[in-house]
């Protein structure tokens, strides 16, 4: 049997925005627990080398996630890691339940949800072994990296194409893999595709193995024809994926507006359709998804808890919920 733990914030997810609204929920003295199923830092944990984030010229995502868990904790935000959510659902009297698979029930009037998202992977050796050491699924994030290199695109919708297209900003070389033989991207950008003299488009094709060199750097993929079950090699320092990404949005208990691609659309106090429930970071409907993103929208939806609970302690209504885009 679990326990129950009462709060004035539950914050789902301490990575970067998760982190930052629990800085800004525990800075304005609000009884605040942040839960993680893992360790504090979600992606930073799986970045190698940050260079975009204000203030930082190169920082280490370890490094980062770290310097992040200890600001929250000064301001007196409660981590508890190793936390894995099953649930968050809102109960009769308005008060959310965050249920964990320990079956603990965090209760609070004010939930934000940092949950993030997964990138798809291809599941094949060696995508794992050499994730963040030549395997990326951010193009924003670790293009830099690659300048003058060659290096290879798996995919064929809108993302994959242009993250390729953005990619030869740096490579000298990108080879765009596709399991078919035609882009399910959108005209105009599979035109600038075909367009860019520095892609080459491998069709019917599938990634079989990532294989590295001695540094432990990917050198090389086993690529298969899907018709013919032919395989070759094909040198390159860098695979970048993208066949998809899927928001974490599966323990928010109840229907809540979403945009097509099943991420959460809120106001712009980052509330979701539900009221009283935030949202940060990769969970959320919009443009780009990056560390700088993640922590403005946590620094929006904290400060937007914080205003939301003065308005139900002085029993006046609170802020409307989003309703743009509800599906």
Request: hydrophobic residues 30%.
């Given at each position: 049997m679990g326990q129950t733990h009462d709060y004035d914030v539950v914050i789902v997810g301490a990575g970067p925005a998760g982190l930052t609204a629990g800085l800004y929920a525990g800075r304005a003295m609000l009884r605040t627990a942040v839960l993680e199923r893992g360790a504090?830092?979600?992606?930073l944990l799986n970045t190698e080398l940050i260079e975009d984030y204000p203030g930082f010229e190169r920082i280490e995502g370890w490094e980062l996630a770290q310097r992040l868990e200890e600001?929250?904790?000064?301001?007196?935000a409660e981590l508890a890691l190793g936390v894995t959510v099953d649930r968050v659902h809102r109960a009769a009297d308005g008060t959310f339940e965050t249920t964990t698979d320990a079956g603990d029930v965090y209760r609070s009037p004010a939930v934000i949800v940092t949950a993030g998202g997964t990138p798809v992977k291809l599941g094949v050796p060696g995508e794992a072994e050499y994730a963040g050491k030549g395997v990326s699924y951010c193009a924003i994030c670790d293009g830099a990296f690659f300048k003058g290199?060659?290096?290879?695109?798996?995919?064929?919708?809108d993302a994959a194409a242009e993250e390729s297209d953005f990619l030869t900003r740096y490579a000298e070389k990108v080879y765009l893999i596709h399991r078919r033989h035609e882009l399910r991207a959108s005209k105009i950008i599979q035109q600038r595709v075909f367009e860019n003299p520095k892609i080459e488009i491998i069709w019917d094709t599938v990634v079989e193995i990532v294989e590295g060199d001695t540094h432990g750097l990917v050198d090389n993929l086993v690529l298969r024809n899907v018709h013919t079950n032919e395989t070759r090699d094909l040198a390159v320092t860098g695979l970048f994926v993208f066949v998809g990404f899927r928001p974490n949005t599966g323990i928010i208990?109840?229907?809540?507006?979403h945009d097509a691609s099943g991420y959460v659309v809120t106001d712009g106090n980052m509330q979701s359709s539900i009221p009283g429930l935030f949202v940060a970071?990769?969970?959320?409907?919009?443009?780009?998804?990056?560390?700088?993103?993640a922590a403005g929208d946590a620094t929006t939806a904290a400060i937007a808890a914080e205003t939301y609970l003065a308005a139900l302690r002085d029993g006046g209504a609170a802020a409307p919920a989003a309703a743009v885009g509800a599906r």
């Open positions: 504090a830092g979600g992606e600001h929250t904790r000064k301001f007196g290199h060659t290096i290879a695109v798996v995919g064929g919708g208990g109840e229907h809540f507006a970071g990769d969970l959320r409907s919009q443009l780009t998804r990056q560390v700088t993103t």
